[in-house]
């Protein structure tokens, strides 16, 4: 689980997603932040937490616990220390592999 620069050009790709520890899985495009797609995806009711949707606030901070996740600004609201560990924000983080992450409750 690592974080990384964008592929040249992902937008066409679609990756599978999961949620843990709720089993939902959901369809993640390379061209949408993993918050957007799992709203679009509907979840059966399952509602991820988020305010600002701009990598600030923190509200939607997951862990990545496997795949890759790319951010297209400069510094999401993580800690070097956080992003380490695997913690992302999905409402700006986006897909470049098959990813899975575990909410916080
Ligand atoms: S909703 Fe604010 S950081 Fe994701």
């Given at each position: ?23 939902h ?13 799992a709203?679009?995806a509907g979840l059966d009711?399952l ?59």
């Amino acid at each position: 689980m690592t974080t990384q620069s964008p592929p040249a050009n992902p937008e066409g790709r679609v990756f599978n997603a999961r949620i843990e520890p709720s089993g939902h899985t959901f369809e993640a495009p390379a061209s949408l932040p993993l918050l957007q797609a799992a709203e679009q995806a509907g979840l059966d009711g399952l509602r991820l937490d988020s305010s600002c949707r701009n990598g600030a606030c923190r509200t939607c901070i997951c862990l990545l616990t496997s795949g890759q996740v790319a951010y297209r600004i400069e510094w999401p609201g993580l800690s070097l220390d956080e992003k380490r560990e695997g913690y992302i924000l999905p409402c700006v983080a986006y897909p470049v592999s098959d990813v899975a992450i575990q909410l916080p409750f």
